[in-house]
Nanobody
Framework: VQLVESGGDSVQAGGSLRLSCEVS????????MGWFQQPPGEEREGVAA?????????????VKGRFTISQDPAKNDNTKRTIYLQMSGLKPEDSGTYYC?????????????????WGQGTQVTVS
């Protein structure tokens, strides 16, 4: 499974961004995908997660009502998916590198340790 993030940018507080994670190489079912924020010098924290089959989602409390995670299947290719993180009402504390991650299992965890496949990250700066 390969994960490629994009969409990071520098925005002013109150603005919006949409991050994308292009997923390829999916085999079978049972994947959950997560978005994680890592501010400089801090640990990686989950902000949102979604399970691809059930559509179940989980959000970190501080982003509820502001961030939305969603998925878009590729046409005629069930080995690919695009995972989006729509971010609105952005705050300076939302800044950091955002990573997309994948795990096999039915629960959309927000713990980084539960995920074993990671993208390279995309930078979000809110000022």
């Amino acid at each position: 499974v390969q994960l490629v993030e994009s969409g990071g940018d520098s925005v002013q507080a109150g603005g919006s961004l949409r991050l994308s994670c292009e997923v390829s190489g999916l085999t079978g079912s049972g994947y959950c995908m997560g978005w994680f924020q890592q501010p400089p010098g801090e640990e990686r924290e989950g902000v949102a997660a979604i399970c691809l089959s059930s559509g179940s989602t989980t959000y970190y409390d501080s982003v509820k009502g502001r961030f939305t995670i969603s998925q878009d299947p590729a046409k005629n290719d069930n080995t690919k998916r695009t995972i989006y993180l729509q971010m609105s009402g952005l705050k300076p504390e939302d800044s950091g590198t955002y990573y997309c991650a994948a795990r096999r299992g039915p629960v959309p965890y927000l713990k980084a340790a539960e995920y074993n496949l990671w993208g390279q990250g995309t930078q979000v700066t809110v000022s």
